[in-house]
DNA sequence: CTGAAAGCGCTTACAG
DNA sequence: CTGAAAGCGCTTACAG
């Protein structure tokens, strides 16, 4: 209860019971060999003091830090809210704490905070679909237990992706069997695995199932702003295209809202279905046709995977694992404005 | 290198330099004292061997953990993506890491939150517009610096608010003079601090500027389905309502979902106003007016303001900051629907 | 059941 | 400019 310096430690709170230092760790880590007394009347003094153990003495000894370091590549928008809200669901039931950070899509940044989470963090939870395999292998602190989310894997990583490639080939299925025919992919940022993987799936689509059409891409940046534009470029463009894929839900609202403004209806006069399922899409008018990813659900696997993983290093399950996606059918995308 | 066990020392790398580990800590730190070629030499072998300086250890003897927790009271939805995304952004040009951690709204979970993070941070931003002031009394660390956000503040602490029941009373004169006459209030969670002032902003404008008009709240949890509810409800029990204010956008959204399946035009048939200007805002259709809270900026302000009382401790500014907040007058009121 | 002591990996006066 | 040594606050064999 001083009034200013070092806060109350272990010695202080032994000190005044009138026993070892040792006997206040083992009674407040809830060891057997105490007794009853002893073990009351140090947790007593304890609270009175309002000891709290100091986190860094702990770790340097215990070699843990009850922290996960999540690495992203952005914090914006609904998306990564979602995430972050499902790995800190997981985290705080393990009893862990959560740091986050952001590499604002560089290369250069993963790097840098990937390293300098090293020693202070039990795992990593590394979501960089920009990265390529040798960053990660340069960066990667190799005694850090770590799960990739959403990144180009080569080595053998334990990750977790989403099925970007299934969910896309699936839309566009979709679409095709309402009778859409001239589909235009809104596509996410260049060298970004996601964005790849679900243009990958739009063109083996097409490919596949309307042999004639010709692949439609816009660029895109997984923005509102990024679909605004390119939802004004394609109707400029290509006024016959009769359905708009955007490769996320941000940039379908985007979409959705730049085809209002130049009065055309959705579905009426252009299907638009997106990718994510973010919580916002069924609150959309229409509400939004899309892919769903369980965001929340995945960060929260994520982070059960890794601590599962950083508890029993033995059982550690390297595996690859990819998480289905589910086509959710709204509105957004009823045939020929009939639905 | 090694395949397994402790990672590299700053004895090994002193050891492999050929000097004292103290010269290794200062060659790594940048002091003075060390030649030229003595601290080359320590610097080509500690990136030699990926040397990362153990933070614990260093925390330990430093007495700074480079980290800074973020208590709040959700991570659901824009608004704390967005205020998250200002912190880090403020964090990382500090050189400080992020800890984030949700309370769901509990007073218990922010208690226990505050308390865990005790040693393991440098300063504290706490928003937790549950929380009464014997909460924060009792549990933050009277020795790490703290900035409170949105909370309801008695003591002497630095703080940063949101203008809240200002933006709401402007709110409420701007749809007064744009000719409504029965404004609803979708209100936020009781007990909240932030709905309460905007509540209390809304009631005082009523009566200042309505004198017969009788206050219409209708309750909400700052939620998208409970603006859906509210505006139903609303659209239920008094379909004369002109107006609806929604406490904040999520549930504007929700409202605006709720009017559009109603078969209601806004604004034409019901203005629809919010309070924040989440990114989305300006993305419905019709955009929104609202509340302008700049949440990035709350964030990035509250963090700068926090990381200049740690470096300053002297300059320590405990203030009571306000952020203004701005209308923004978008589409979804204009008045009488001729806008 | 309990205590004295070593040690985790750093930094920093203190000498030289 | 450099090193030996103390010490940050804990935990945990090791004795007793």
């Given amino acids: 209860m001083s009034a200013r310096g070092s806060s109350v430690t272990i010695k202080d ?7 070892s230092v040792a006997s206040v760790s083992r009674a407040l880590n809830g060891h057997e060999s105490v007794t009853p007394e002893t073990r009351q009347r140090i947790l007593g003094i304890a ?23 999540a690495v992203l590549p952005d914090l914006y928008g609904e998306f990564f809210s979602e995430l972050i809200r499902g790995m800190d669901l997981a985290a705080r039931r393990g009893g862990l704490h959560l740091l986050v950070s952001s590499s604002h899509g560089s290369a250069d940044e993963t790097a840098h905070a990937l390293r300098a989470l090293q020693g202070r963090v039990d795992g990593l939870l590394v979501m960089s679909p920009h990265a390529d395999a040798g960053l990660l292998a ?13 990144t180009r894997v080569d080595g053998d990583y334990a ?7 299934a969910g896309a080939y699936a ?38 199932l309307l042999p004639d059409a010709v692949p439609f891409v816009v660029d895109g940046d997984f923005t509102e702003a990024a679909g605004d534009r390119a939802a004004r470029a394609i109707r400029e463009s290509a006024p016959d295209v009769d359905a708009i894929f ?19 209806r959705v579905p009426r006069d252009v299907a638009l279905v997106g990718f994510d399922d973010i919580p916002m899409a069924r609150y959309t008018t229409p509400p939004l046709t899309t892919v769903r990813v369980r965001i929340a659900d995945l960060g929260e696997r994520a982070m059960a995977r890794l601590i599962a993983r950083i508890e029993q290093p033995d059982h550690a399950d390297a595996g690859a694992e990819v998480l289905a996606c589910e086509l959710v059918v709204r509105q957004s995308c009823a045939s020929d404005g009939t639905g």
Same sequence: chains 1, 2.
């Fill in 246 to 264: 955007a490769a996320n839900d941000a940039m379908a609202v985007g979409c959705l809202f730049a085809l209002n403004e130049l009065g055309l």
């Fill in 13 to 19: 709170v032994a000190r005044r019971a009138g026993v």
């Fill in 47 to 69: 609270r009175e003091l309002r000891y709290m153990p100091h986190g860094a003495a702990r770790s340097l000894i215990t070699r843990r830090t009850q922290t996960i370091g």
């Fill in 171 to 208: 839309m566009v299925g979709h679409l095709v069997a309402r009778g859409f025919r001239r589909i235009a992919l809104v596509a996410g940022p260049a060298q970004n695995f996601d964005a790849e993987e679900r243009r990958r799936g739009y063109e083996q689509a097409l490919r596949d």
């Fill in 159 to 165: 990750s977790l992706n989403v099925d970007n490639y």
């Fill in 138 to 150: 340069d960066n990667l602190p190799a005694l850090v237990p770590t799960m990739l989310m959403n």
